[in-house]
């Protein structure tokens, strides 16, 4: 069993900055690309930022800058650090991961994390 566990959510004010942490754990024998997804209230699922293993990073053009992904291969972990937030960055956020065990390849998701950005 494979679960993705996320932290650092909260409540910040616009301008300020938030550090989110997924964790992956369980019969993992492999991740390859790892990810941040956001959901505002009425909106879709939005992609926001992804990593593969070997490092390459992909942002969505509303956070270039702003946001910088990143991992800890070892600890099996993705890092969202966002830095001058924006009220428009308030959204629940998801961290995905595609994983292979031993007897399969899935993406698996996190679930969830609010993050307000609000005075």
């Known amino acids: 069993q494979v679960q993705l566990v996320e932290s650092g959510g909260g409540l910040v004010q616009p301008g300020g900055s938030l550090r989110l942490s997924c964790a992956a754990s369980g019969s993992i024998f492999s991740i390859s690309a790892m990810g941040w997804y956001r959901q505002a209230p009425g909106k879709q699922r939005e992609l926001v930022a992804a990593i593969t293993s070997g490092g390459t990073t992909n942002y969505a053009d509303s956070v270039k800058g702003r946001f910088t992904i990143s991992r800890d291969n070892a600890k099996n972990t993705v890092y969202l650090e966002m830095n001058s937030l924006k009220p428009e960055d308030t959204a629940v956020y998801y961290c995905?991961?595609?994983?292979?065990?031993?007897?399969?390849?899935?993406?698996?998701w996190g679930q969830g994390t609010q993050v307000t950005v609000s005075s």
């Open positions: 995905n991961a595609d994983i292979s065990t031993y007897s399969d390849y899935v993406t698996y």
